[in-house]
């Protein structure tokens, strides 16, 4: 037993050390002294390291986050200097185009009260092909009730007129008498304020498609110009054009917040 005590007394600090070292960085080798002296020397084990995981410091998770903001800088390139690859001017009136047609649908289709000026700009198919309904039509408010559509200087059109005007999206329902097309103004429910946000956001999407479209032209446009360009210029272009149709798209929702926002009160 007294062997057995003399053993343990000598093997404890080097277990000890054993179990300090596991804490210690992969780069450091320690070194422990033994108990006990030999000829007045003293006597060292050493005892390599494991590697221990270090976690990412507050400061270190800031240079990263910065890092990904910076992979995501705006490009602005001078639209004279790559006008003989792609007219980046052109390409940005093409997609304000698209913005502007979608806010004139808005303002003139997509409203909670009728008036006879909602009714101008429907579409009318005829034999002489397609004319605005004001074109062949003399639209009135006979009352805040009923919108008043006379035909007779073009009673052909009269049917098609009809079609046209059901097929708006308006949710009207027009009748006839003769050459005289009367069409009832439906009055504001909540379900027909949910109808008009739902006619928004169609037109939307079809404005989003417009705007896909001219993206995609404008693309194939570039790759016609890979041998004379440079891979990283046509990049940058990729990378405008990307961000212009990005702009739009966030220029379209906006437009759509705000109208649902007015159509439901």
């Not at 986050?65 to 792609?86: F, H, M, P, W, Y």
């Amino acid at each position: 037993m007294a062997l057995g005590l003399r053993c343990f007394r000598l093997a404890h600090p080097a277990f000890c050390n054993s179990l300090a070292a596991l804490t210690r960085p992969v780069s450091e080798v320690t070194l422990k002294t033994m108990s006990g002296k030999q000829n007045d020397h003293r006597q060292y084990m050493a005892y390599p390291a494991l590697p221990v995981r270090h976690f990412a410091t507050k400061k270190a998770k800031d240079f990263l986050a910065k890092g990904k903001g910076q992979s995501q800088t705006r490009v602005n390139i001078n639209t004279t200097l790559v006008e003989d690859i792609i007219n980046l001017e052109e390409l940005d009136e093409e997609m304000k185009s698209v913005m502007e047609a979608l806010k004139d649908n808005f303002n003139k289709t997509l409203n909670i009260r009728t008036s006879p000026g909602s009714l101008d700009h429907i579409t009318v198919v005829t034999a002489d092909g397609k004319l605005a309904l004001n074109q062949i039509g003399q639209i009135s408010m006979k009352s805040p009730q009923l919108i008043l559509v006379n035909m007779s200087s073009f009673p052909e059109c009269t049917a098609a007129a009809i079609k046209a005007i059901r097929e708006s999206g308006m949710n009207l329902n027009p009748e006839v008498e003769g050459t005289l097309i009367r069409v009832p103004i439906p009055k504001v429910t909540r379900e027909h304020r949910e109808m008009l946000v739902k006619l928004a956001k169609q037109n939307t999407n079809k404005a989003k498609d417009s705007l896909r479209k001219i993206r995609t032209n404008a693309m194939n446009k570039l790759k016609k110009s890979k041998d004379k360009t440079s891979e990283d210029t046509l990049r940058l272009i990729e990378k405008q054009i990307s961000q212009m149709a990005d702009d739009t798209v966030a220029e379209l929702d906006r437009h759509l917040a705000v109208k649902t926002k007015e159509l439901l009160g």
